[in-house]
T-cell receptor, first 118, second 107 residues
Framework: GAGVSQSPRYKVTKRGQDVALRCDPI?????LYWYRQALGQGPEFLTY????????KSGLPNDRFSAERPEGSISTLTIQRTEQRDSAMYRC????????????????FGEGSRLTVL | GIQVEQSPPDLILQEGANSTLRCNFS?????LQWFHQNPWGQLINLFY???GTKQNGRLSATTVATERYSLLYISSSQTTDSGVYFC?????????FGAGTRLTVKP
C-alpha cells in the first residue's frame, strides 16, 4: 500500500481478553517494527522482523506478548490475557531495509492502534 | 544500548519566533531520524540524516556524528508546528527514541 496501515485504530477491551493488532507495511518494505508508546513518552521498541523472520523480540514486556509475520508482509501483534497496564498506543513501522541503514533504513509509521484495557 | 536525550523537554514560543531543539546520543550514530508527532498523534517524518545539514522549508537539521548530537531548527514558527518532536538513533537494527520535546506555538 501507499503507507503503513494499522487496524483497529481504537480497541477497548476488558481485562483478561486477548487482542490482536494488525499491521500492513508499505509494499516492498522488508523490515517491520512494533513499538509501544505510553502517554507523554517516546515510542518504545518491542520487536522487529526482517522478511518473515523475527530477528529481535527483546523489547516484548513478557510472554503474554507475541508477534508474527508469516508471509513476510502483514504482521499481527497479539496480547493475551490483557491487563490495564497494557493500555497504550501500539505503533507499527516499516523500512525498505534494516532501520538505520544508510539509504534504506528510514522508518515510516502507521497511525497506530490505541488500546484501552478496562 | 544507545541512550537518546532530548532538550528542552518543553518549549513555548510566540508565532514567528525561531527555535533550536537538541538531541544527544550516548554512542556514535551513523543515521538518525527526526519526527513530528502532531496533535492527532501521527508521527510525521521530518529528516533522515547521517551527518551534515538538511533543509526542508522552514525546518533544517544538522547532525555532528563525531560529537554525538543533532539539532533541529525551526524558523518563523507557526501554530501548526505545535506538537512533540522526537529524534531516534539506530540500535543494532532498530531505532531508539528520546522522550521528545513538546513545542507549543501561541498565536
Amino acid at each position: 500500500g501507499a503507507g503503513v496501515s494499522q487496524s483497529p485504530r481504537y480497541k477497548v477491551t476488558k481485562r483478561g481478553q486477548d487482542v490482536a493488532l494488525r499491521c500492513d507495511p508499505i509494499s516492498g518494505h522488508v523490515s517491520l517494527y512494533w513499538y509501544r508508546q505510553a502517554l507523554g513518552q517516546g515510542p518504545e521498541f518491542l520487536t522487529y522482523f526482517n522478511y518473515e523472520a523475527q530477528q529481535d523480540k527483546s523489547g516484548l514486556p513478557n510472554d503474554r506478548f507475541s508477534a508474527e509475520r508469516p508471509e513476510g508482509s502483514i504482521s499481527t501483534l497479539t496480547i493475551q490475557r490483557t491487563e490495564q497496564r497494557d493500555s497504550a498506543m501500539y505503533r507499527c513501522a516499516s523500512s525498505l531495509g534494516l532501520a538505520g541503514g544508510f539509504d534504506t533504513g528510514e522508518l515510516f509509521f502507521g497511525e497506530g492502534s490505541r488500546l484501552t484495557v478496562l | 544500548g544507545i541512550q537518546v536525550e532530548q532538550s528542552p523537554p518543553d518549549l513555548i514560543l510566540q508565532e514567528g519566533a525561531n527555535s533550536t531543539l537538541r538531541c544527544n546520543f550516548s554512542d556514535s550514530v551513523n543515521n538518525l531520524q527526526w519526527f513530528h508527532q502532531n496533535p492527532w498523534g501521527q508521527l510525521i517524518n521530518l529528516f533522515y540524516i547521517p551527518s551534515g545539514t538538511k533543509q526542508n522549508g522552514r525546518l533544517s537539521a544538522t547532525t555532528v556524528a563525531t560529537e554525538r548530537y543533532s539539532l533541529l531548527y525551526i524558523s518563523s514558527s507557526q501554530t501548526t508546528d505545535s506538537g512533540v518532536y522526537f529524534c531516534a538513533g539506530p540500535h543494532n537494527n532498530d531505532m531508539r527514541f528520546g522522550a521528545g520535546t513538546r513545542l507549543t506555538v501561541k498565536p
